[in-house]
């Protein structure tokens, strides 16, 4: 079974500070890995994804996340964060098959507060 | 109306009422997904319809009835509800491959419906 960690409940920075949410997944092989956005009162957006690769891979909104094997880990960043990047991220993996595709596992989320 | 739309976007109910949401996707999209969000909780899949045909419920308590007429809408009758279920429910969509191909496709969400039950 796969599962992913985000040992991160808040994140505060300021305005302008570089960021990086942690992600942790567990699965024996290379999953598909996934980062997730949700803005108050608004669904789930995505925002970046691997498959396989490059390693590095940018996303919408000035994010990109490295997947690094042999820490199991798939970190979000981005170098200069803006006020309307505050919202909940979600990290997922996909690998387990129901029906026709990989349904992803979320993790718990990371609340990002951004300061002033 | 475009990307994935869910009506009502608040819901109060009484352990006693019935209710259903509405789950409406654009996208031509060939399955659809309903999600509990929970606060501090990790996002849980309640119900996969892929070419609108069930594969997988996930053990939801028979309270939470779906149904998927075609592959546009998704309903989530409710009924007997517990306030622990209070929750915002997540709609989601995707193409999805068919004839046993795997394949990852993108999930899209509506922005869900607030449930608290009282």
């Known amino acids: 079974a796969q599962s992913v960690t985000q040992p991160d409940i808040h994140i505060t920075v300021s305005e302008g500070a570089s960021l990086e949410l942690r992600c942790n997944y567990s699965?024996?092989?290379?999953?598909?890995l996934f980062w997730y956005v949700q803005s108050p009162g608004q669904g789930l957006q995505l925002l970046l994804k691997?498959?396989?690769?490059?390693?590095l891979v940018q996303g919408i909104k000035g994010f990109e996340a490295e997947f690094k094997r042999s820490q199991s880990s798939f970190n979000l960043r981005k170098p200069s964060v803006h006020w309307s990047d505050a919202a909940e991220y979600f990290c997922?993996?996909?690998?387990?098959?129901?029906?026709?595709?990989?349904?992803?596992?979320f993790g718990r989320g990371t609340s990002l507060i951004v300061h002033p | 109306e475009t990307g994935v739309t869910q009506t009502p976007r608040h819901l109060v109910m009484g352990m006693t009422n019935k209710k259903s949401l509405k789950c409406e996707q654009h996208l031509g999209h060939n399955a659809m997904y309903w999600y509990k969000q929970s606060a501090k909780k990790p996002l849980e899949l309640m119900f996969v319809?892929?070419?609108?045909?069930?594969?997988e419920n996930n053990s939801v308590p028979s309270r939470f009835s779906p149904e998927c007429p075609n592959s546009s809408h998704l309903f989530l009758h409710l009924h007997t509800l517990q306030p622990e279920d209070s929750a915002l429910y997540l709609c989601a969509s995707s193409q999805d491959a068919s004839g046993g191909a795997s394949s990852y496709n993108e999930q899209f969400f509506g922005p869900g419906t607030r449930l608290t039950v009282l």
């Open positions: 997922a993996v996909g690998a387990d098959k129901t029906g026709g595709s990989y349904i992803p596992t």
């Open positions: 319809y892929s070419l609108e045909e069930r594969v």
């Open positions: 699965y024996g092989a290379t999953p598909y």
């Open positions: 691997y498959f396989s690769g490059d390693t």
